[in-house]
């Protein structure tokens, strides 16, 4: 008569009496203690890049308006900047630059007394081999229409003679010193033509960072500012679009390593995940990505309000980021997140 009753329960409340519920994953959530000890290998400081800009002429940093905490820097906070980086253990710098003189071609990215070779010169006598140095190769801080390349008759960025000139700027940045050439204009074949160069100049151990899936996005709005330049019009031409396939993405890494490239990078990196992930499952070669201006500032913006709690917000941002495939970071925060990790949750 029991074992009748028992039988005739509804399902739910005969799991309640007995074991409910059979699996409890809460458990490996209990206290800080359990989730330290399952908790996915996090980013560590020789994983982040800071990305640095320097204004040539100037004599004191210069605040970047919509990027508060970011800084134009002169010749002397530059290099404390670069200093600071290697004391905290950061895995290297990324250099730009903003010249003073702008034209149709961006020539001042060429010249070996230019902007950003001096920025690189500076910064690698104050890090020594401690640190990674790199550059942006492209023309977009150098050109008065902020494109990343010189323009055809048409208007249109002209592929195959930007990429010339990007083979150029590579070869003055590692005659200044740099480890790492990072050429972001998403021109094809760019890759394998700065490596050609930087060989047959005789830097061979010049390493190539390719800007691989780079979106022409939105995000990129307050960089602007922080480099005084104007865009006029878009990149839709050249740069992703970013509603567009993940295979392009998966094309544009094969293509890359291909070519010899030592790294890829995904840029924006949050909005992106889901590219970051498929780049990171075909690609050979360290994936990094690049937590790019916008996404700098909609997070010191919201902060700011009162509207997030910034730490844990910045903290949250690049757990995702790595987990979903990126092996280093750019990242604006990097002083304060290498900071934040040798010292425990408050
Ligand atoms: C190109 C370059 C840009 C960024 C990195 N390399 C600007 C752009 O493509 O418009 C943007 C990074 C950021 O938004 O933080 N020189």
Not at 4 to 22: H, N
Not at 75 to 84: E, F, I, K, M, V
Not at 270 to 284: C, F, G, I, N, R
Request: overall charge negative; some cysteine; hydrophobic content about 45%.
């Amino acid at each position: 008569m029991a074992a009748e009753s028992e039988a005739g329960r509804p399902a739910a409340l005969r799991a309640m009496t007995g074991r409910f519920p059979a699996v409890r994953p809460r458990r490996l959530r209990r206290n800080a203690a359990m989730r330290r000890f399952v908790r996915a290998p996090g980013l560590e400081p020789r994983q982040l890049v800071l990305p640095l800009f320097y204004k040539e002429g100037l004599t004191a940093p210069n605040p970047v308006a919509a990027m508060p905490g970011v800084y134009q820097h002169d010749l002397a906070s530059l290099r404390r900047q670069a200093a600071a980086a290697r004391a905290a253990g950061l895995g290297g710098v990324m250099l730009f630059a903003v010249p003073a003189h702008r034209d149709a071609t961006g020539s001042a990215a060429l010249d070996p007394a230019g902007a950003l070779t001096v920025a690189v010169r500076e910064v690698r006598a104050e890090v020594g081999d401690d640190l990674l140095v790199m550059a942006d190769v492209c023309l977009d801080e150098f050109t008065d229409h902020g494109h990343c390349g010189v323009l055809g008759d048409d208007g249109e960025v002209d592929n195959d003679t930007t990429v010339a000139l990007y083979a150029e700027m590579a070869v003055v940045l590692a005659d200044a010193g740099v480890d790492v050439a990072a050429p972001s204009g998403m021109m094809d074949g760019q890759v394998g033509v700065i490596r050609a160069a930087l060989d047959d100049a005789g830097h061979s151990t010049v390493a190539i960072l390719a800007y691989t899936a780079k979106y022409a996005s939105a995000f990129y709005g307050p960089f602007r500012d922080a480099v005084e330049s104007a865009l006029c019009g878009d990149r839709l031409s050249y740069q992703q679009d970013p509603g567009g396939a993940l295979r392009e993405a998966v094309r544009e890494t094969r293509l890359d390593v291909a070519e010899g490239a030592d790294f890829v990078m995904v840029k924006p990196a949050l909005p992106y995940l889901d590219v970051l992930q498929a780049v990171a499952e075909v690609s050979e070669v360290p994936v990094l990505a690049y937590q790019v201006s916008g996404e700098y500032a909609q997070v010191e913006a919201a902060a700011e309000r009162g509207w997030l709690d910034r730490r844990s917000t910045i903290l949250e941002t690049l757990a995702a980021i790595h987990r979903a495939g990126a092996d280093a970071v750019l990242t604006y925060w990097a002083l304060e997140v290498a900071d934040w990790l040798r010292t425990p949750e408050p």
